[in-house]
């Protein structure tokens, strides 16, 4: 399905529909490029959590760094 789709409508089907779909949701959520009470755009507020996420690594530090 995911082929037949990509060929009648583009490669990018899956990120306009996606798009549209937060775009259009109540909240916006990270699609949104409404500017939220704390002054950032979806994209901006996502970056941030993105960066937040990534830095509590629960791996720890790596062991043999390689120079």
């Known amino acids: 399905a995911a082929i037949q789709n990509i060929k009648r409508h583009g490669?990018?089907?899956?990120?306009?529909?996606?798009?549209?779909?937060?775009?259009?949701?109540?909240?916006?959520?990270?699609?949104?490029?409404?500017?939220?009470v704390d002054g950032l755009t979806g994209r901006e507020r996502a970056k941030i959590a993105g960066r937040k996420g990534g830095s509590i690594s629960k791996r720890g530090p790596l062991k043999n760094k390689k120079k």
């Open 11 to 36: 490669s990018d089907f899956y990120h306009a529909i996606g798009k549209k779909g937060g775009l259009k949701s109540i909240h916006g959520g990270f699609a949104s490029s409404k500017v939220g």
